[in-house]
C-alpha cells in the first residue's frame, strides 16, 4: 500500500514537473492552469498525509513557511562578470575591427542575444538539485537568495537529462513581465499596496523580499544566458551550443537569441529586436553580442571586470527626467478629462518628449506629482509619454498640490465621476466644444469614413468658426465656406469637397465606428454590421439581443443602447443618412463569400501592405476569428517580415502558416 502511494506521488510530481518544463521553457503549454492547479492540491494532499515521500524537488517545496531574518552573504567562486557597452554603430563596427584584429580572423560569428531589464543571478545545481542562488552584488560577493528563488516556477529544482555535471552554476536574469508587473501593480493598488514603479525594480524588490511566501506570488521570470562555475570540460564548440544544452536541462533561455555574423548582422538584430521591443511582454534594455566560439573567447579573454569577447549595445533611455511646467487637463471625445504635465523638453528613448499624461485623478494623487516638480518619465513604443514619479528631494518649497477642475476647462459644466469610474467626465456631450471637435476627427478619421485632407486642426478650426457642429454638417459646406478660413486656398477647398463627397459611399461597419458609441472599435463595428446589417437593427435591438452576438457583452451593450436613446445621436444619424450617406448591401454569408468561416488566424511580424487593423478587418470579413496568440486551436498563423516566437511555436504545433501575399490574394 504505502509503495502503490509512494509510486503515485513520485509520478505527480513528475508529471508536474513536466508540465512546469512545457510551459516556461518549451512555451507550449500542455495542459491549462485549472487543471495543473488540480493536480497540484492532489499531490499536496498526498504529501500532507504521507510527509515522508515528501522529496526536496517536489514543485510543492517551493515556499519555505517561514521569513528569513536577513540575507547571507556569498562570495562567488569566479567573479560575475559586466558588459562593455557600445552605443552606436560606428562604436559596434570599431568593437568588431578590434576583436578582428586581435584573433586574425576575416569575419567573426556572434551569439546575439536580447538584453534582459532585471536582475543577474547565479543559480548553482549540485548533482542535478538547485543548491544556491545568489544576487550578483558587487561581483565578487551576492546575497544568499536561494529560498527566494525557489518559488520562481520556470526554475527547475530538479534538472532534467542525464550525464549533469556534478555542480553546475547557470546565470542569466531574473524578470518581471510586463503583463505581470501591471495586473501586480493594480491588485496592489486595489489593496492599498506599494507599487513599483518599473519591471525592474518589482523583479528587484522581489528577490529581497525577506518573506518567500511573498516572493512566491510575484510573477517572475528567469532566463539564463551563460555558465559560471562548472566541475567538469562540457567540450562544446560555441556558446549558442552551450545555451541549447541547458535548455535542454529544463532551463528556459530566451528564444529571440540567434548567431550572427559580422557587425552587419549584429546591427540588423539590433533593428530587429528594437523594432520587437513595444510588443514584448518584458522590458529589454539593448541587446548583446558575444563570440560564438568558445576557443576564439578564451584567447580573447578579459580586461578588468569584463570579458573583452562580448558587449552591450543599449537602446536609447525610454525613461528620462525633466520638470513639469504645468498641468493641464484634456478633454476626450467621450468627455473623460485627463490632466496632462507640460514639461521642460527632454529626449527619452531618442524622441524629444514635451507632454505626459498623468492619467486620472487618483493617479495624481497616488504619485502626488505638483507643478514645479522633478519627475522620471518614460515613454515605450507608441505608448503615450508618463509620468512615472516624483523626485521628491528636488520638490520646491513653495509647492502646491494640484486640484482638479470642478468644472469642464471648455464648456463649463460641472464635471461628473461615474460609478466605477477613475475618470472625471463632462457630461455636455456634443454641446460641449471640445467632445463636438473629437466626434468630428474620429468620424473623419482612417478608420472611420476616411476624408482625406480634413485634419485634427482644420476641424478644431471649422468648429471654432462656427462652420460645423456635427459630422452631418460637413456635407453641407461649399467652397465659400471654406474658402473663407484662414490660410485655405480655392485647390485645397476644392480637393476637400471633393474627398468629402466621396467619403459618402462607405462601408456600414466603418459608419458605425464612425458614429463614435463608446467601447465600439472596429472589430465590434464589424460584427454589429455583419450580423445585424442595418443601423435601424441595431437601434431596434434590446441589451439582451446584442448580448447575444459574438464578442458583445453587458457594458458594449449597455454603451450601444445609452447611444442610440440619445435623441440627439438619432437626429445626427438622420441627418447623415439624408446626406445620401451609403453602403454596400451586406450580404448573408456564404462559404464563397466567407472562405474563412470557422477559422482562428493569428497575425505575427511586420506586414508591409496591411497595418495590423487593416488585416484584421479583411481576414474578419472573410468569417475568421483573430486570435492574439498560437494554441493548438490556431488554424492559420499569418507571418510577416521577422516574425519570432509565434511562428516558432506554429511550426512546432504544426499549425498551417502563411504569408502576406496570401492574405492580399485573398
Ligand atoms: N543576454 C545576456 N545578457 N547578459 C548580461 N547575456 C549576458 N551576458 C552577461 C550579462 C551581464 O555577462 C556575460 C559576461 C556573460
Not at 253 to 264: D, F, P
Not at 294 to 303: N, R, S
Not at 645 to 651: D, G, R, V
Request: hydrophobic content about 40%; aromatic content about 6%.
Amino acid at each position: 500500500m504505502s509503495e502503490d502511494i509512494k509510486k503515485t506521488i513520485e509520478e505527480l510530481r513528475s508529471q508536474l514537473n513536466d508540465y512546469a518544463y512545457h510551459y516556461y521553457v518549451l512555451d507550449e503549454p500542455v495542459i491549462s492552469d485549472v487543471q495543473y492547479d488540480k493536480l497540484y492540491q492532489q499531490l499536496l494532499e498526498l504529501e500532507k498525509n504521507y510527509p515522508e515521500f515528501i522529496s526536496s524537488d517536489s514543485p510543492t517545496q517551493r515556499v519555505g513557511d517561514k521569513p528569513l531574518d536577513g540575507f547571507k552573504q556569498i562570495k562567488h567562486e569566479a567573479p560575475m562578470l559586466s558588459l562593455g557597452n557600445v552605443f552606436t554603430e560606428t562604436e559596434l563596427i570599431e568593437f568588431d575591427n578590434r576583436l578582428m584584429d586581435l584573433v586574425q580572423v576575416g569575419e567573426i560569428e556572434y551569439s546575439a542575444e536580447p538584453k534582459l531589464d532585471g536582475l543577474a543571478v547565479s543559480i548553482v545545481y549540485e548533482k542535478g538539485k538547485l543548491k544556491q542562488a545568489a544576487t550578483r552584488g558587487d561581483g565578487n560577493v551576492g546575497e544568499d537568495i536561494t529560498a527566494n528563488v525557489k518559488t520562481i516556477k520556470a526554475i527547475p529544482l530538479l534538472l532534467r537529462g542525464n550525464n549533469i555535471p556534478d555542480k553546475l552554476e547557470v546565470r542569466g536574469e531574473v524578470i518581471m513581465t510586463r503583463s505581470g508587473f501591471n495586473e501586480y501593480n493594480r491588485q496592489a493598488e486595489l489593496l492599498g499596496e506599494k507599487t513599483f514603479a518599473n519591471p525592474r525594480n518589482a523583479a528587484a524588490g522581489s528577490l529581497r523580499q525577506l518573506d518567500p511566501r511573498k516572493t512566491a506570488k510575484r510573477p517572475l521570470m528567469f532566463y539564463a544566458y551563460s555558465l559560471g562555475v562548472v566541475s567538469q570540460e562540457l567540450n562544446f564548440e560555441s556558446h549558442i551550443e552551450t545555451l541549447e544544452w541547458v535548455k535542454s536541462l529544463g532551463i528556459p533561455v530566451n528564444n529571440l537569441n540567434q548567431t550572427v555574423m559580422s557587425a552587419k548582422g549584429c546591427q540588423q538584430f539590433y533593428q530587429m529586436v528594437g523594432e520587437k521591443r513595444p510588443s514584448l511582454n518584458y522590458d529589454i534594455d539593448g541587446v548583446v553580442y558575444k563570440v560564438n566560439n568558445l576557443q576564439l573567447q578564451k584567447k580573447l579573454g578579459f580586461v578588468t571586470k569584463s570579458p573583452r569577447w562580448a558587449t552591450a549595445h543599449k537602446f536609447p533611455a525610454e525613461e528620462a527626467t525633466t520638470v513639469i511646467e504645468n498641468i493641464e487637463v484634456q478633454v476626450g471625445r467621450t468627455g473623460s478629462i485627463t490632466p496632462v504635465a507640460r514639461l521642460q523638453p527632454v529626449v527619452v528613448g531618442g524622441v524629444t518628449v514635451t507632454n505626459a499624461t498623468l492619467h486620472n485623478e487618483d493617479e495624481i494623487r497616488r504619485k502626488d506629482v505638483r507643478v514645479g516638480d522633478t519627475v522620471f518619465v518614460r515613454r515605450a513604443g507608441d505608448v503615450i509619454p508618463e509620468v512615472v514619479k516624483v523626485v521628491l528631494q528636488k520638490r520646491p518649497e513653495n509647492s502646491q498640490p494640484f486640484i482638479m477642475p470642478i468644472h469642464c476647462p471648455v464648456c463649463e459644466t460641472l464635471l461628473v465621476k461615474l460609478e466605477g469610474e477613475a475618470v472625471l467626465r463632462c457630461p455636455a456631450g456634443l454641446y460641449c466644444d471640445a467632445q463636438r471637435k473629437e466626434a468630428i476627427k474620429h468620424f473623419a478619421s482612417r478608420k472611420a469614413l476616411d476624408i482625406e485632407g480634413l485634419g485634427d486642426k482644420l476641424v478644431e478650426l471649422m468648429v471654432d468658426e462656427g462652420l460645423i457642429k456635427t459630422p452631418a454638417d460637413l456635407f453641407h459646406l461649399n467652397q465659400q465656406d471654406l474658402i473663407n478660413l484662414e490660410r485655405m486656398a480655392e485647390k485645397s477647398a476644392n480637393n476637400l469637397l471633393q474627398s468629402i463627397e466621396s467619403s459618402k459611399h462607405t462601408q456600414l461597419d466603418k459608419f458605425i465606428y464612425a458614429l463614435g458609441i463608446r467601447e465600439v472599435g472596429e472589430a465590434t463595428a464589424m460584427t454589429l454590421a455583419n450580423q445585424l446589417k442595418s443601423v435601424e437593427a441595431i437601434e431596434d435591438s434590446t441589451a439582451e439581443q446584442l448580448e447575444e452576438l459574438p464578442d458583445i457583452g453587458p457594458i458594449v451593450a449597455k454603451r450601444i443602447r445609452q447611444f442610440f436613446a440619445d435623441k440627439h445621436n438619432l437626429k445626427v444619424i438622420q441627418q447623415l443618412l439624408d446626406a445620401d450617406i451609403t453602403w454596400d448591401k451586406i450580404e448573408t454569408p456564404t462559404a464563397d463569400s466567407q472562405p474563412l468561416l470557422g477559422k482562428t488566424i493569428v497575425l505575427t511580424g511586420s506586414l508591409s501592405q496591411f497595418t495590423r487593423a487593416t488585416a484584421k478587418a479583411k481576414l474578419i470579413k472573410l468569417g475568421a476569428k483573430v486570435a492574439g496568440s498560437v494554441s493548438k486551436n490556431t488554424d492559420i498563423l499569418v507571418a510577416g517580415e521577422n516574425a519570432g516566437s509565434k511562428l516558432t511555436k506554429a511550426e512546432k504545433l504544426g499549425v498551417e502558416v502563411r504569408d502576406e501575399d496570401w492574405l492580399l490574394g485573398l
